[in-house]
């Protein structure tokens, strides 16, 4: 079942919804459990050591696995933010590039740099934000190859402007190339069910108390479902760099857009 539906809702309600799953199931569990609990409990005996000591040993463990998979997901977040960088940064540098390049070839480059650009802002991202690669990219870039390669150096510095053309080019390429592979990255399914089923038995751990003071027990049962819940809130809503609303968006190319490519066509004096 495809659980991409969950990253169209703000992050306030996916957020509220995650904590009300885990305290329905923590308080659930606390108010069906007492009476079985009472009977495994004596007055001249109680199992709340056994179970404390049994508690501090899951959570520290399960608290370790929760917090190296964080890292994980931040480092991959990050990254995926990094390439995004690195891609439109290349692809300024190529459109600065091209600018020296001789008429007529000059302007179809650019228009065609400007096309990707623009076609990375409108059309690949908001299909990466589904989960989703367009593959529109790949064949404007193949039309700026085929230009280029029609292009043929007439002095030493336009055959070294040509090479560095090129080489940023192939650059752009293999920059797209680690960004969409990013586009489906995320905890495997087996990671998953080991973080919810060792959040699921943390709180299970719980209803085993047996204590005279019964607010005390229920604020404890809420305040760790509700803990559990943010976390993993926080965990799914970094998982996949590009969906949701805290996701890695297109603004470093929209910068080289605005900031680059138009400014270019307004500076640019008539017939240059």
């Not at 885990?22 to 005996?45: D, N």
């Not at 390049?101 to 096309?115: A, D, T, V, W």
């Amino acid at each position: 079942m495809n659980m991409y539906w969950v990253y169209d809702m703000p992050n306030w309600l996916f957020g509220s919804l995650t904590i009300a799953v885990f305290l329905a199931i923590g308080l659930g569990g606390y108010f069906g459990s007492r009476e079985w609990v009472r009977s495994l409990h004596h007055e001249s005996h109680s199992y709340n050591d056994i179970v404390g000591f049994y508690f501090g040993a899951l959570t520290v463990l399960y608290g370790i696995t929760l917090g190296l998979l964080m890292v994980g997901v931040w480092s991959n977040f990050s990254d995926t933010d990094q390439r995004v960088s690195r891609e439109a940064a290349t692809l300024s540098v190529l459109f600065h590039d091209i600018s020296h390049y001789p008429e007529p070839i000059r302007s179809k480059l650019q228009e065609g740099l400007k096309e990707y650009c623009w076609n990375v802002i409108s059309v690949a991202w908001p299909q990466q934000r589904k989960g989703t690669i367009s593959l529109s990219g790949r064949l404007i870039l193949r039309r700026v190859e085929d230009q280029l390669t029609s292009f043929e150096p007439s002095t030493y510095g336009q055959m070294a402007l040509h090479a560095e053309a090129f080489r940023q080019f192939n650059q752009l390429r293999e920059e797209r190339r680690a960004r969409l592979d990013s586009v489906r990255t995320g905890l495997s399914g087996n990671l998953w069910a080991l973080v919810l089923i060792g959040a699921f038995i943390n709180v299970a751990v719980t209803w085993f108390f047996h204590t005279k003071d019964t607010n005390m027990h229920f604020w404890m049962t809420a305040l760790l479902s509700s803990l559990l819940g943010l976390m993993i809130f926080l965990l799914a809503a970094m998982d996949h760099p590009y969906l949701g609303n805290l996701s890695v968006g297109p603004d470093a190319f929209q910068v080289v857009y605005d900031q680059t490519m138009q400014t270019y066509d307004q500076t640019a004096e008539p017939g240059k």
